[in-house]
């Protein structure tokens, strides 16, 4: 992954501080991103997707190894880029259909900190684009392009989605924790017991 100079760090920290979203061009160098597009296409032949509440037309997954890996894999630039130390909680991902809708909302506390990045745009079709609002500011419209990322207070700032055009946009979302935070320990691997697990630790099942 690019390395950036400690001014951009800094620089990038602050904005985040301030506006609690950071926008990454390319945040997913080309190779990562050219295996994701296949690890895709190997879930959807093998039948692995399920579907959501919150988005039910849609394909769906979530704590995948194979993309918490992923997350695991770009935690401490996101850390970098956030300017504090982060905890995994887990990934999740979901190809959206045509007609699909993701209503207004914010995550609950295991997306302390959440990234969404734009993994595969149909032909011929715009970018992928949702909307944020931060506490107490205006609606930001944020377009990426395949590899582009958005990190966001995910508890904290409302975001969302208008109605899908086209079937096929994929978006994968990474969720994290601060290590110095108030879900930490708490909300590690999201109550599972290690990352690429779907079993909860006894504590969260009782």
């Not at 920290?13 to 050219?34: C, D, M, Q, S, T």
């Not at 895709?40 to 194979?66: A, M």
Request: with cysteine; net charge positive; aromatic share 14%.
């Amino acid at each position: 992954m690019r390395r950036y100079s400690r001014a951009f760090y800094t620089r990038a920290a602050r904005k985040f501080r301030v506006n609690r979203y950071l926008f990454v061009r390319g945040l997913l160098p080309a190779a990562i991103l050219e295996y994701l597009k296949v690890y895709y296409s190997i879930l959807l032949s093998t039948n692995s997707f399920t579907r959501d509440t919150q988005c039910p037309s849609s394909l769906s997954l979530g704590g995948d190894p194979g993309l918490d890996s992923v997350l695991e894999w770009v935690r401490p630039e996101i850390g970098r880029l956030v300017g504090f130390e982060l905890a995994p909680a887990y990934s999740y991902t979901r190809q959206y259909a045509k007609g699909e809708l993701l209503k207004r909302h914010v995550d609950r506390a295991s997306c302390e900190i959440s990234v969404t990045v734009s993994i595969k745009i149909p032909d011929r079709a715009a970018a992928s684009v949702v909307y944020l609002r931060p506490p107490n500011g205006r609606a930001t419209k944020i377009a990426m392009r395949e590899g582009d990322g958005c990190i966001y207070a995910g508890a904290e700032i409302e975001h969302w989605r208008d109605r899908f055009r086209v079937d096929g946009y994929i978006q994968l979302f990474l969720h994290f924790i601060s290590k110095s935070g108030r879900y930490y320990p708490d909300y590690l691997f999201d109550g599972r017991q290690f990352l690429g697990s779907t079993r909860l630790t006894a504590e969260k099942k009782a």
